[in-house]
């Protein structure tokens, strides 16, 4: 059975720092990309990052940029999500995700549609 768990959420001031962690357990996810999603109080859960099955590749929706950093290591099949600069508005409940088929090289890693397997997410909240 395939499992995601997220871990290292919490509470953190404007301009502190987490880091989000993935571990995927049941199969092996080496050929697979990977992604986090969010979603608010009230809004849609919403695209955050995603990194290509060798990791080489990796995307960011533009309010992350430059603050958030998705990494991964096949060996321990776990993802990580570095946040930085952390603001109010990062406020959420965080999902890691893992691709439905493997080897995928087009530009859809953004839709949820993409992904076969969620975890249960993690909470994430910044204070002003």
């Known amino acids: 059975q395939v499992q995601l768990v997220e871990s290292g959420g919490g509470l953190v001031q404007a301009g502190g720092s987490l880091r989000l962690s993935c571990a995927a357990s049941?199969?092996?996810?080496?050929?697979?990309?990977m992604g986090w999603f969010r979603q608010a109080p009230g809004k849609e859960r919403e695209f955050v990052a995603a990194?290509?099955?060798?990791?080489?590749?990796?995307y960011n929706v533009d309010s992350v940029k430059g603050r958030f950093t998705i990494s991964r290591d096949n060996a321990k099949n776990t993802c990580y999500l570095q946040m930085n600069s952390l603001k109010p508005e990062d406020t959420a409940v965080y999902y890691c995700?893992?691709?439905?088929?493997?080897?995928?090289?087009?530009?859809?890693?953004?839709?949820?549609?993409?992904?076969?397997?969620w975890g249960q997410g993690t909470q994430v909240t910044v204070s002003s």
């Open positions: 990194i290509n099955w060798t990791g080489g590749k990796s």
């Open positions: 049941g199969r092996t996810f080496s050929s697979y990309g």
């Open positions: 995700a893992v691709e439905a088929g493997p080897y995928y090289t087009g530009s859809h890693y953004y839709e949820e549609a993409m992904y076969a397997y």
